[in-house]
C-alpha cells in the first residue's frame, strides 16, 4: 500500500468557526463553513478548500469508477458554448433567465454551459457514421451554471455546481432502455457506495425533453423536492410526476343547473361558510395567462392549484396570473365569481382529473355576488384538456394500489431520462444503418449532483457536534489529536506517521497553543470517521481511539491503535 500524505493542521488552511454563519439556513451550509470545508465567493458561488475539495474529490472518484465499469468514455468539454446549438434545439429561449449569456468582443453569442446535451450530440455527430460505432456512452465530471433567481441553503442551490453528465447514443429504442437501465444500476452502486440514503422516483422530464424519467432523491429536511413515498408497495414520485386516472361518474338525478345568490363571498372559505358545505364540494376556476391568452384551471375548492405542474404543461409558454387589467377588458370574467359554465371565447378551461365528467359542483355563476350550484362536468359545462394540477396532499392514495401517501423533503441527487430524439432530431444525428440507409439516433441523458451529494451527504450524516463523513468520502480515515504539550505532540506525529507509510490517511492536529477542548471539538466538527487521541497518557505509550458516529471510545496501546487503524 503507497504511502498517504500527513495532512498536518498547522500548516492547513481551514480556519474553524464556533458560529454559524449569518446568512445560513441548513444544517450543511453551517456546518460545511465552520468546519472550513467552503467558504462564500459570492451569491451562490463557492470556494473549496482543502478538506472540501478532498471530499468533493472522493464523491468525483466514486462516480467515476461506477461510470467506468458501465463502459462510459469520459471526455471534457468546454463550459463557454455557442449559441448556436442551443437555439437548434429551442433551449436557447426556454431556458430563460437561468441560462449564463453572454457575448465575446467580435458580438457573438454564447452561453455558461447549463447542460451538455446539444454539444455532445455534435461531439457523436462529428465521430460516427455507421450503426458499427454505437451504442456508445461518453460522461464528464464539469461545472455547469444556471443563473438561479434565489440561491441559497449553500452548495445545495448554487449559481456554479459541479456536475457528472453522460448520455447514451443508440440505433434502436432496446439499446436506449439497456443503456438507461445500465445507468440505473450504476446511481444504485454510487448512492450506496457513498452513504446515502435515497429513493427512486417517477419524475418529469421538464426542459429536458423525453420520455421515461426517474429522479434519485435523498430524504433530508432541506430537501426542495417533495416526494411521495407509499408505504404498502413500491410506489415513489416526486409529487410533481404524480398523475391520477380519470375516472367519469353517473350524474342522472342531478338536478338542473340552478343560480343562487351568494354576496360578499368572492373566495372558497366564504362560499362554503355562507352555504354551509364542505370546500370539497365547490369548484375552484384560477385564471392565468399563456403567452398572453388567458386559461381558466379547475380544481376541488378544497386543494390548491400547482404553479409548477401548470407550467410544466405549457412548456415553454410563459405562464403568468391575471391581473386587474386582465378583468377590467373582459367584462364575461367577474373575479370570485367566475365559472367554467357559459364562459366567454379565448378562455381555455383545463382541470384536473377529480372534475371528472359527471361530477357535480358548486362554482361561480360568472355574475357578481351569485353562485352556481348543480354544476355537472359534461353536462353544463365542457373540459378542454384534464391535466393533473393539484399540490399533492399527504393521504391522497397511491395510484398503484390506492393506500394513502406520504409525502417528505428530498435533495434531488441524480436524474436520468430516455430523451428519445428531440436533440438528434434537431441536429439531425443520423447513421448508416445495417441495411445501408440513414437511421436516427436515440439518446439518453443521466446526470449526478456532485457537489450536491456533498451536501445530501453533510444533511444526512451530522450530528449535534458536527459532520460525520463515511470513510470512502471523508477527507481522512483518522483524525490524530496531540491534547498536551511536547510529548503529545512528538507521540501523534511519530503515529501520524506510521499509519501514513501503511497507507492510512492522516489528518493530524499538532498545532501550538491551542487548547486541547479546542482540538477535541474541531476532530468532532470536521467529522473524520476515527478520532485518535494522544493524551494524559502518552508518557506510557497509551492512546484513545473514538469511532466518531458511534462515540465508542477504547484506549489502546500504540501498536494495537496502528494494528487497528490498518487492518
Given at each position: ?316 409558454a410563459v405562464v403568468e396570473m391575471v391581473t ?49 350550484k348543480n354544476v355537472v362536468a359534461g353536462r ?70 456532485v457537489s450536491r451529494a456533498v451536501a445530501a ?111
Amino acid at each position: 500500500m503507497a504511502n498517504a500524505p500527513v495532512q498536518r493542521m498547522s500548516q492547513l488552511m481551514a480556519k474553524t468557526l464556533r458560529d454559524d454563519p449569518a446568512d445560513a439556513e441548513v444544517l450543511s451550509h453551517k456546518l460545511l463553513v465552520r468546519a472550513g470545508y467552503v467558504r462564500r465567493t459570492a451569491a451562490g458561488i463557492w470556494s473549496w478548500l482543502p478538506l472540501g475539495k478532498k471530499v468533493l474529490s472522493n464523491v468525483e472518484r466514486i462516480v467515476r469508477e461506477e461510470m467506468d465499469a458501465i463502459g462510459a468514455q469520459e471526455v471534457s468539454l468546454p463550459a463557454l458554448l455557442p449559441r448556436e446549438p442551443y437555439e437548434a434545439t429551442g433551449r436557447w429561449d426556454e431556458y430563460g433567465p437561468e441560462l449564463f449569456r453572454l457575448q465575446d468582443r467580435k458580438g457573438g453569442d454564447y452561453l455558461l454551459g447549463p447542460t451538455h446535451e446539444e454539444i455532445f450530440t455534435l461531439i457523436v455527430k462529428d465521430q460516427t457514421s455507421s450503426y458499427k460505432d454505437l451504442p456508445v456512452i461518453l460522461y464528464q465530471i464539469q461545472t455547469k451554471f444556471r443563473d438561479e433567481a434565489r440561491p441559497r441553503a449553500g452548495i445545495l442551490r448554487g449559481r456554479e455546481f459541479l456536475m457528472k453528465d453522460s448520455y447514451s447514443f443508440d440505433t434502436e429504442d432496446e439499446g436506449l432502455a439497456q443503456s438507461y437501465a445500465l445507468h440505473r444500476q450504476a446511481y444504485q452502486k454510487v448512492f450506496e457506495r457513498l452513504g446515502l440514503d435515497y429513493r427512486i422516483c417517477a419524475a418529469t422530464a421538464g426542459a429536458m425533453g423525453g420520455s421515461k424519467s426517474e429522479e434519485f432523491l435523498a430524504p433530508a429536511e432541506a430537501g426542495e423536492d417533495t416526494f411521495a413515498d407509499c408505504p404498502n408497495c413500491d410506489f415513489a414520485a416526486n409529487t410533481e410526476a404524480i398523475t391520477y386516472e380519470l375516472k367519469s361518474v353517473d350524474a342522472e338525478g342531478v338536478p338542473a343547473l340552478e343560480e343562487i345568490p351568494t354576496p360578499d363571498t368572492p373566495t372558497i372559505e366564504t362560499l362554503a361558510a355562507h352555504l354551509g358545505v364542505q370546500a370539497s364540494d365547490t369548484l375552484k376556476n384560477l385564471l392565468v395567462r399563456v403567452d398572453g391568452e388567458i386559461v381558466a384551471v379547475g380544481v376541488p375548492g378544497d386543494r390548491e392549484v400547482d404553479l409548477g405542474k401548470v407550467e410544466a404543461h405549457f412548456a415553454p409558454a410563459v405562464v403568468e396570473m391575471v391581473t386587474e387589467a386582465d378583468f377590467a377588458g373582459r367584462p364575461d370574467l367577474v373575479r370570485g365569481y367566475v365559472g367554467p359554465q357559459g364562459r366567454g371565447e379565448k378562455v381555455k378551461y383545463i382541470a384536473d382529473p377529480r372534475v371528472a365528467p359527471g361530477t357535480s359542483w358548486i362554482t361561480g355563476a360568472n355574475k357578481e355576488h351569485t353562485h352556481a350550484k348543480n354544476v355537472v362536468a359534461g353536462r353544463d359545462f365542457e373540459v378542454d384538456e384534464y391535466v393533473d394540477v393539484v399540490v399533492v396532499q399527504e393521504g391522497d392514495p397511491c395510484p398503484k394500489c390506492g393506500t394513502g401517501l406520504k409525502l417528505d423533503r428530498a435533495i434531488e441527487i441524480g436524474h436520468i431520462f430516455q430523451l428519445g430524439r428531440k436533440y438528434a432530431d434537431a441536429l439531425k444525428l443520423d447513421v448508416l444503418g445495417q441495411n445501408g440507409k440513414p437511421v436516427r439516433v436515440t439518446m439518453g441523458s443521466y446526470g449526478i449532483g456532485v457537489s450536491r451529494a456533498v451536501a445530501a451527504l453533510a444533511e444526512q450524516s451530522a450530528d449535534d457536534k458536527g459532520l460525520c463523513w463515511p470513510k470512502e468520502v471523508a477527507p481522512a480515515d483518522v483524525h490524530v489529536v496531540a491534547a498536551g504539550k511536547a510529548l503529545q505532540t512528538e507521540l501523534a506525529l511519530d503515529i501520524s506517521g506510521k499509519l501514513a507509510a501503511a497507507g492510512v490517511r492522516v489528518l493530524v492536529d499538532d498545532r501550538a497553543g491551542v487548547s486541547p477542548g479546542v482540538k477535541f471539538t474541531d476532530s468532532e466538527l470536521m467529522g473524520v470517521p476515527q478520532i485518535l487521541v494522544a493524551g494524559r497518557r502518552a508518557g506510557e505509550g497509551v492512546v484513545e481511539l473514538k469511532d466518531r458516529r458511534t462515540g465508542e471510545r477504547e484506549e489502546l496501546t500504540v501498536d494495537e491503535a496502528i494494528a487497528r487503524l490498518t487492518a
